[in-house]
């Protein structure tokens, strides 16, 4: 039997200078179009208003590393800016791994959790996260830049969201 337990090591990977428009490396990302079947091991994280799941995802986007909602039917990753929507049909995938299990927690006003996973880095060096909210009758991920305090989310033409109280997501350590 596995027991999760959470991961507070800060890890050496936070302590690591960021460099500009950089992926993460610490999680495993599969990279994607519509002409590759989605592994069985990708992660799963909300819902769009037409219906479909939506994948974790990220992309690369005007020197900024951002996370997308990827629909693996249509083989779009939507996602956005702090200010604006847009849409990639290049992107990578979260996948699940061995040792650590991802699980959604609340979280609020950018506060740094510390096993939060990242997408990479913005073109100004930041490290960008992924949250999720109700939004738009759907559970859209979104957007979360520390220096603004808030899970940003704006899905096609609709007006753009923020959330001070949002889910992000975490990696839990598997102890065996
Ligand atoms: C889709 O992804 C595969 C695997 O990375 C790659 O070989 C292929 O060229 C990509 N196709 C397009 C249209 O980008
Ligand atoms: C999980 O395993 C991978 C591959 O062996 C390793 O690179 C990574 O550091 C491990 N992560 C944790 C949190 O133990």
């Known amino acids: 039997m596995c027991k999760a337990t959470i991961l507070l090591i800060v890890g050496i990977f936070a302590a690591v200078q960021a460099v500009p428009y950089t992926y993460d490396a610490e999680y495993t990302w599969v990279t994607g179009n519509l002409s590759v079947a989605v592994p069985a091991n ?3 994280g909300g ?8 994948y ?5 986007y005007s020197s900024n590393i951002l996370p997308a909602r990827v629909v693996a039917e249509t083989g779009i990753a939507h996602f956005n800016t702090a200010t604006i929507s847009h849409k990639l049909v290049n992107y990578h995938l979260l996948v699940t791994q061995s040792n650590v299990t991802f699980e959604w927690i609340r979280s609020f006003d950018g506060y740094q959790e510390k096993n939060a996973i990242s997408v990479g880095t913005t073109g100004w060096n930041e490290r960008v996260f992924i949250c999720r909210a109700k939004a738009d009758g759907g559970l859209l991920i979104g957007t979360l830049f520390r220096s603004k305090q808030t899970c940003i989310i704006k899905s096609d033409d609709l007006p753009l969201r923020q959330f001070d109280k949002y889910e992000t997501l975490v990696a839990r350590k598997n102890v065996c």
Request: net charge neutral.
């Open 47 to 54: 819902f769009d208003p037409y219906g479909y799941y939506t």
């Open 56 to 60: 974790v995802g990220r992309v690369a």
């Open 42 to 44: 990708a992660v799963i």
